[in-house]
């Protein structure tokens, strides 16, 4: 993957979801106050106003794009998700992929470069159009021709996108890779409309969308954005006439707005005393789910002392997750020990075995020469723009003062995150507290983007490649042999066992600390049924009714 502004999408502003790759959440609503947060009417909690038949959904999320071969935000990954279908998407409450546009699963080729995907029949456009392999094809192309932020996520493994037959469509890689069906359910990845878009760079349409899925695009404005049912849709029909996402400018007013009904649904984005005050409230329904989002500390193996492996491990170890998550957010996150989150298939838990030991860490740190009267001196840095970044850098601090005393010493330096992003592949920064958000449900996609190198040694470290672009500077031969075969094998318990490996090399050379995964919490009110947030992150409107 090579560097460009879209990479750095994938990095939060706070927020954690479908790819940062969906990442960044403030969002713009023009004087709106707590006497005038409802779109529809006013309510009363647990029995929302306005159209009985209609869903309105409240969230500070930002939305930039519809277009989805630009788009790379989390809204608008949840927009493009219910406006329109891909060849695959994920089954509710589970990782496994299951066909939508397409039919079957794709036939892939002996050399593991060829997919033959049958795509289904009798599918409409929004604006009439009929739905064939040549309007996939150019869907496809349009992604991966048009320059948009998320382009490079086909653009690095695809060679071709070609119809060979009326329902029948034919991608080329330019390399095998195990985890490309995974990536064929990115919601960008969705079927367009020939007749209503461009191939060409730059030719986007942010404030308009027609695709086969099954809403239709009703208005857009900064501050609402409309959906109507699609009557022509293909698939089962929603259960509801459509929904209205009302964006608020501050999660304050979005919390007043779901505690005095003013809305159904509350998503993205409340702070832990707002959750937790909306979990524990008989009137509002809560509707967790394990989300993609992971933060972590990249530690810059080139600077000293964090050139030596037992430093490294020894922070590791001192760090007491469950506390972190505890004290920090309120239960409200998941404490992780590998960057492959538990939830994720192919995660192993490296890093839980010493999990908070602070003899172990002494331990180690004493081995690598480091005692009370010369103690690790560390600057240890964060972004001063994201609250919960503030927090948790002072928890980790304080972590440190209670109980490696005298042993080790953190200056926390905090900076702004696009300074932080500028200068971190520069080596600015000895270790750095980031998050990250995958553009697909694949263990590849938290160990490659993170691990991997293009060009460096062993003695000089990564001087270009993913490794290099985290600020971690890491280099392993064998972790760029198994990076590789990982992606090529399909033999699930051989591509396990490489899987395995990599991350016992993680818990072994500590380039990376995982610290937690996020949690995607939907908050709606009583009578409001059919709820749910898909591992993915993504809400599933059709589902959606209220009760009469």
């Given at each position: 993957m090579y560097w460009n502004a879209s990479y750095w999408r994938r990095f939060s502003t706070g927020s954690s979801g479908w790819i940062g790759r969906f990442i960044?959440?403030?969002?713009?609503?023009?004087?709106?106050?707590?006497?005038?947060?409802?779109?529809?009417?006013?309510?009363?909690?647990?029995?929302?106003?306005?159209?009985?038949?209609?869903?309105?959904?409240?969230?500070?999320?930002?939305?930039?794009?519809?277009?989805?071969?630009?788009?790379?935000?989390i809204l608008s990954g949840n927009l493009l998700y219910n406006l329109g279908d891909r060849l695959y998407t994920t089954e509710p409450g589970s990782s496994e992929l299951i066909?939508?546009?397409?039919?079957?699963?794709?036939?892939?080729?002996?050399?593991?470069?060829?997919?033959?995907?049958?795509?289904?029949?009798?599918?409409v456009f929004h604006d009439g159009a009929a739905f064939d392999a040549k309007a996939m094809e150019f869907s496809l192309n349009r992604f991966l021709e048009n320059g948009g932020d998320p382009a490079s996520l086909l653009g690095n493994l695809v060679e071709s996108v070609s119809a060979t037959g009326e329902f029948e469509l034919t991608i080329t890689l330019q390399k095998p890779f195990a985890a490309f069906p995974s990536i064929l359910a990115f919601p960008g990845l969705c079927a367009v409309s020939p007749q209503a878009y461009e191939i060409g760079t730059g030719k986007f349409k942010p404030q308009e969308f027609v695709g086969t899925g099954p809403y239709q695009l009703a208005q857009y404005n900064n501050d609402t954005i409309k959906l109507n049912a699609n009557p022509s849709y293909w698939g089962d029909a929603p259960a509801n006439e459509g929904v209205d996402i009302q964006i608020f400018a501050s999660s304050s007013n979005l919390f007043n707005a779901v505690k005095t009904g003013a809305v159904?649904?509350?998503?993205?984005?409340?702070?832990?005393?707002?959750?937790?005050?909306l979990q524990e409230s008989a009137a509002i329904q809560t509707v967790e789910s394990e989300g993609l989002g992971i933060h972590y500390l990249s530690v810059n193996v080139l600077s000293e002392?964090?050139?030596?492996?037992?430093?490294?491990?020894?922070?590791?170890?001192?760090?007491?997750?469950?506390?972190?998550?505890?004290?920090?957010?309120?239960?409200?996150?998941?404490?992780?020990?590998?960057?492959?989150?538990?939830?994720?298939?192919?995660?192993?838990?490296?890093?839980?075995?010493?999990?908070?030991?602070?003899a172990v860490a002494k331990a180690l740190l004493e081995q690598a020469g480091f005692s009370e009267s010369n103690p690790l001196q560390l600057d240890f840095w964060y972004r001063s723009n994201i609250a919960s970044n503030v927090q948790a850098a002072n928890t980790i601090k304080a972590i440190a003062d209670q109980t490696l005393p005298g042993l080790v010493e953190?200056?926390?330096?905090?900076?702004?995150?696009?300074?932080?992003?500028?200068?971190?592949?520069?080596?600015?920064?000895?270790?750095?507290?980031?998050?990250?958000?995958?553009?697909?449900?694949?263990?590849?996609?938290?160990?490659?983007?993170?691990?991997?190198?293009?060009?460096?040694?062993?003695?000089?470290?990564?001087?270009?490649?993913?490794?290099?672009?985290?600020?971690?500077?890491?280099?392993?031969?064998?972790?760029?042999?198994?990076?590789?075969?990982?992606?090529?094998?399909?033999?699930?318990?051989?591509?396990?066992?490489?899987?395995?490996?990599?991350?016992?090399?993680?818990?072994?050379?500590?380039?990376?600390?995982?610290?937690?995964?996020?949690?995607?919490?939907?908050?709606?009110?009583?009578?409001?049924?059919?709820?749910?947030?898909?591992?993915?992150?993504?809400?599933?409107?059709?589902?959606?009714?209220?009760?009469?």
């Open positions: 960044g959440l403030t969002l713009l609503c023009a004087m709106l106050t707590v006497g005038c947060q409802a779109p529809n009417g006013g309510g009363t909690a647990g029995s929302s106003g306005g159209d009985p038949n209609r869903i309105t959904l409240g969230t500070t999320a930002k939305v930039r794009t519809l277009d989805p071969a630009d788009s790379y935000e066909p939508q546009l397409a039919t079957a699963a794709p036939t892939i080729s002996d050399d593991g470069l060829t997919y033959t995907i049958p795509l289904r029949e009798g599918v159904d649904a509350a998503y993205q984005s409340l702070d832990p005393n707002q959750v937790k005050t002392p964090l050139d030596q492996p037992e430093v490294r491990q020894a922070l590791s170890t001192m760090i007491d997750r469950k506390l972190l998550s505890d004290r920090v957010f309120q239960g409200q996150v998941e404490p992780i020990y590998s960057l492959v989150p538990a939830g994720v298939e192919g995660a192993k838990a490296v890093f839980d075995k010493d999990n908070g030991d602070a953190l200056n926390l330096q905090g900076v702004e995150s696009a300074t932080a992003y500028a200068n971190l592949d520069k080596g600015a920064y000895p270790i750095f507290m980031l998050d990250w958000t995958p553009d697909y449900l694949d263990a590849d996609s938290y160990l490659q983007p993170f691990m991997d190198c293009d060009e460096g040694s062993a003695s000089e470290g990564c001087k270009a490649g993913e490794s290099a672009y985290q600020g971690s500077f890491y280099y392993n031969d064998r972790v760029n042999e198994l990076i590789d075969q990982q992606r090529t094998v399909t033999d699930p318990a051989e591509r396990q066992t490489l899987l395995t490996e990599l991350q016992d090399i993680l818990g072994k050379d500590v380039p990376f600390i995982p610290l937690w995964a996020s949690k995607e919490y939907l908050f709606v009110q009583g009578n409001v049924q059919g709820a749910a947030v898909l591992p993915t992150s993504q809400i599933p409107f059709k589902d959606m009714n209220k009760s009469q």
